[in-house]
């Protein structure tokens, strides 16, 4: 697990996803599933049940893909930033359309776009082919 | 001194990302033929950075170099012309982009007189500090990523993509008007 970026970056981002998810439902008490306005959570993030659910499954998967092995975190990494920035593009062109996923400017999406960056960097940059950890 | 260089390594990658999408953000509300060039400039910016972080190196600097110069120089000169105000292409992002493309200019130029200088010697540090240096890179990574967050996204909102976006969680489509505040959704 030490020899190896993509298993820590992970294992950690996994348990806070995960730690996010579960903590955002403490906030989200009566609050619709796709609800406009979410509960906060540490006075900061906006959640809601549906966001609760995205960050659960998105830790779930970085810390099986950690706690695997360093090729199946590296796929995972790669994966869930690669999804991340991907979505932010389209987003910005579908911006005021029914299909517009994209809303900037908080708190949250700076988190995410940190997650997603270092996630697709430590996929790309670390353990390239060969140099696989397998401790 | 290894240590700092090995975690400044990928920061240019890292400033192509966030060049990318500000780019990417920037080409969505752009009208004219702005469009398919922060279209093309955008995707190019990501595709460099991918490509970049893979080899773990600047690559192709001396294209990089001048591509990046003549970005910069096209920016100025749709901003001074009054370009960018005809095209709905608001200077704010633009300016934080080129930011992120003066830093990738920089990594290309520091590895074209890198070039001329290196040594065995350097080689040899590398391959020893290699385990160490891991670290290093990766704690470099994440402040890198924070970094460019911490710039990209007032950027991109800034934009007309992200004036227009839809408050948190919603999903009917009813979009607020634009100068809204947004919220956020996965």
Do not use: C
Not at chain 1, 65 to 74: L, Q, W
Not at chain 2, 17 to 32: N, Y
Not at chain 2, 57 to 76: C, K, Q, W
């Amino acid at each position: 697990m030490r020899n190896s970026p993509n298993r820590i970056v992970a294992t950690i981002f996994g348990a806070v996803y995960l730690l996010v998810g579960l903590l955002g439902f403490a906030v989200t008490g009566g609050v619709g599933f796709i609800a406009t306005e979410g509960g906060l959570l540490l006075g900061v993030f906006e959640v809601n049940p549906l966001h609760n659910v995205a960050h659960l499954l998105i830790g779930a998967a970085l810390l099986i893909g950690g706690i695997v092995s360093a090729t199946a975190a590296k796929a995972v990494n790669a994966t869930v930033g690669a999804a991340y920035l991907l979505l932010g593009i389209v987003g910005f062109f579908l911006a005021g359309t029914a299909a517009n996923i994209l809303a900037l400017n908080t708190a949250d999406h700076f988190l995410h776009l940190a997650s997603a960056i270092v996630l697709l960097g430590v996929a790309l940059g670390f353990e390239r082919s060969g140099r696989v950890a397998t401790a | 001194m290894h240590a700092l260089v090995a975690a400044l390594r990928s920061w240019p990658m890292l400033a192509a990302f966030g060049a990318g999408l500000v780019l990417a953000a920037l080409a969505a509300g752009a009208g004219g033929a702005m469009q398919p060039a922060l279209v093309v400039a955008g995707v190019a910016a990501l595709g460099w950075g991918g490509l970049a972080l893979r080899a773990g190196r600047v690559i192709a600097p001396s294209a990089t170099l001048v591509v990046a110069a003549a970005a910069l120089v096209g920016m100025a000169a749709v901003v001074s012309t009054g370009a960018a105000e005809r095209t709905d292409v608001a200077p704010g992002p633009l300016a934080a982009a080129s930011v992120f493309i003066v830093v990738v200019a920089l990594s290309a130029g520091l590895e074209l007189r890198g070039r001329t200088r290196r040594s065995a010697r350097a080689a040899a540090d590398r391959r020893r500090d290699g385990a160490a240096s891991d670290t290093a890179r990766l704690l470099g990574l994440v402040a890198g990523a924070a970094l460019v967050a911490a710039l990209a996204t007032p950027a991109l909102a800034a934009t007309e993509a992200g004036e227009t976006a839809v408050p948190h969680g919603t999903h009917d489509g009813d979009a607020p008007a634009p100068g809204a505040p947004g919220g956020h959704e996965h």
